[in-house]
């Protein structure tokens, strides 16, 4: 019983990611073609990734690089952007259960935005479901998304013309974000 319980909560939280993966490829997209920008490859790309995570965090940090910012502004910033998460894991914690200390460390490293509020929304409250398989499955959609999405990103803005200025793509993401959050005037 509780074999099949985790298979099928595991496989709930694939599927309720789902409905965010054209956004994580969009996003992901523009990400990887502001690392080609500022000169990164593919490498670096899947090293940045992977290290930092975070659409917004790694939009700041590839833009602070690109235009020379110090490595430690880098890292300050990618650090303020991404505190949210320990808010986020403080009340995710009791929800995952008993684990160990290092636990912690894979379940932050995995907890964005959407594996979030999908778990808390839709396996907190049903009791068919066991949180923490829900919660690894839809994040390794998310990672997958996003590690795939960026590099492809990269590896794409070379068939882009050079005089095509993609700066004002990000601000169009944020905005996007925003006008699909806003539920009133």
């Known amino acids: 019983m509780r074999v099949s319980r985790t298979r099928s909560s595991f496989l709930a939280g694939c599927r309720d990611l789902l ?4 956004a994580g490829i969009a996003f992901g997209l523009v990400v990887g073609v502001a690392i080609a920008q500022a000169g990164l490859g ?3 790309s899947v090293g940045m990734s992977g290290l930092v995570y ?4 790694q939009l700041a940090a ?10 430690f502004v880098v890292v300050a910033t990618v650090l303020v952007i991404n505190a949210r998460f320990f808010i986020y894991g403080a009340s995710l914690a009791p929800v995952l259960g008993p684990s160990r200390w290092w636990h912690g460390l894979v379940y932050g490293y995995f907890l964005r935005d959407g594996i979030y509020a999908a778990t808390m929304t839709r396996a907190v409250p049903d009791p068919a479901i066991d949180p923490l398989p829900y919660f ?10 996003w590690i795939v999405a960026t590099v492809a990103g990269t590896l794409g803005a070379s068939l ?6 993609l700066d ?6 944020f905005i996007a974000l925003l ?4 539920t009133t005037r």
């Open 19 to 22: 409905p965010l993966v054209p």
């Open 136 to 145: 690894l499955g839809g994040a390794l959609v998310d990672w997958g998304v």
């Open 54 to 57: 975070g659409a917004s965090a």
């Open 160 to 165: 882009l013309p050079a005089s095509w200025s």
């Open 42 to 44: 593919a490498v670096e």
């Open 168 to 173: 004002f793509i990000v601000p169009l993401v």
């Open 179 to 182: 006008a699909g959050a806003a």
């Open 62 to 71: 590839t833009v602070l690089w690109r235009d020379g910012a110090p490595l």
